[in-house]
């Protein structure tokens, strides 16, 4: 017995073999799929063997080439769009297929990214292959039905969600708030873990007036909101940051209520979707970021933004209450209190020396957040996960 334990032990500690079970990935970019790539690429960097599982797009790739120039195959299932919101997409395939594809890769561990469908289906066949799972979760569902006008099916969703985070080995939430919603609603083995930032991309020194001037006259100050433009994220409620004398608005993203939102505020500039550098000098040049979606498990925006030397105004509620510090990096507010936001706004938005010490701490709080010590910690999560099913399997 001592020696068949031995050989997987040395492999765990050395190479670690993990399939990404993502419910969404690329060329779809969002949390999920943000995540998922950081997280590859460092483990890709560091030798693990990977794979990746991910909803079928017309056109996708069939591999991942990583930063460090390592290809990861993505094995894609068969999905069709998801009804009003065609970025979405629902996979529909089999555990039973699964369970093949587990069994072809022979993984120590599977992540599960925002498990709902095809995660669920995942974690099924990852029980009957004995393989354990770690299941991220990153999506607020149950909160997205009401805001899709479909509040009946916040408890179903819920009760999906129990169903298929109780069957993982491990689950692990972005922010308190987050956990602690979790465990109330009855998901079990609950850890926490945030997501890291990218510090050598978003920074203050890249803080541009050439491209602030594209935006806002030199007597404006400029707030930003990025992110994507849909229900969930709310983007409507910054009609009172609009409306302001002195202040342009700039919003980064797009989304289905792009057309929406420029009718709602015609005053306000519309960078679209923009990403790298591009993106990071954008953050940079602005002098206040606000995020006004109440559904945000943690908020990465926020933190690029921060990253960015901004500080940061939203809602108190969710993963914003873990990284924003109030009257040091920016300030909550209560959600749906919009004229509380504006208020915030303008206490730092027309003080300029209160307004620049919070962007410094805002930027020294994310500083040690990088993704390489954030995917070490998630390494640890794995091997955590994989010793604990080595104990369940030697008492069967």
């Known amino acids: 017995m001592p020696v068949a334990l031995a050989k997987p ?12 079970v993502a419910e969404s990935f690329l060329p779809h970019m969002n949390g999920v799929t943000n995540s998922v790539l950081r997280v590859v690429d460092h483990f890709a960097a560091s030798g693990d063997d990977l794979g990746i599982i991910a909803p079928k797009w017309p056109g996708a790739d069939k591999h991942l080439r990583t930063t460090c120039g390592r290809k990861v195959r993505v094995h894609r299932v068969v999905s069709a769009p998801m009804p009003g919101y065609a970025d979405v997409r629902i996979a529909a395939t089999s555990a039973t297929t699964l369970r093949r594809r587990i069994d072809e890769f022979q993984p120590d561990v599977i992540h599960l990214a925002s498990p709902m469908v095809l995660g669920g289906r995942a974690v099924v066949a990852a029980q009957k292959a004995g393989v354990p799972t770690v299941a991220v979760y990153q999506t607020d569902i149950p909160g997205y039905t009401a805001r899709y006008g479909m509040p009946f099916l916040e408890n179903a969703t819920w009760q999906l969600l129990r169903d298929v985070h109780n069957r993982a080995t491990l689950n692990l939430a972005p922010s308190h708030a987050t956990r602690d919603e979790l465990i109330q609603h009855g998901i079990e083995r609950v850890d926490l873990w945030r ?11 890249l803080r541009s007036e050439s491209l602030r001037a594209q935006y806002a006259k030199r007597h404006e100050k400029l707030v930003i909101y990025m992110g994507r433009l849909a229900a969930e994220k709310q983007v409507e409620d910054l009609k009172v940051i609009h409306d302001m ?12 209520e792009r057309e929406t939102l420029r009718r709602m505020m015609p005053r306000a500039r519309f960078a679209g979707f923009r990403s ?33 030397g901004l500080p940061v105004i939203a809602p108190r509620r969710g993963g914003p209450v873990d990284l924003v510090s109030p009257s040091r990096t920016g300030w ?23 307004r620049r010490a919070f962007g410094r701490a805002a930027a020294d ?19 955590q996960a994989i010793e604990q099913e080595q104990r369940v399997s030697a008492l069967r």
């Open 9 to 20: 032990r040395r492999r765990i500690l050395e190479i670690v073999r993990i399939l990404f």
């Open 195 to 205: 997501r890291g930032v990218d510090t050598s991309l978003f920074s203050p020194s």
């Open 245 to 256: 004398p002195g202040v342009r608005l700039l919003i980064v993203g797009d989304g289905p």
């Open 276 to 308: 790298g550098t591009d993106l990071a000098e954008h953050l940079a040049s602005a002098d206040l970021f606000i995020h006004p979606g109440e559904l945000e498990t943690f908020g990465q925006t926020v933190q690029e933004a921060m990253a960015s």
């Open 332 to 354: 909550l507010y209560t959600p749906g209190m919009l004229d509380e936001m504006r208020d915030r706004a303008s206490d730092l938005l027309f003080d300029d020396a209160k």
């Open 365 to 383: 709080s994310v500083r040690k957040r990088t993704w390489p010590v954030l995917a070490e910690q998630l390494r640890g999560y794995y091997l």
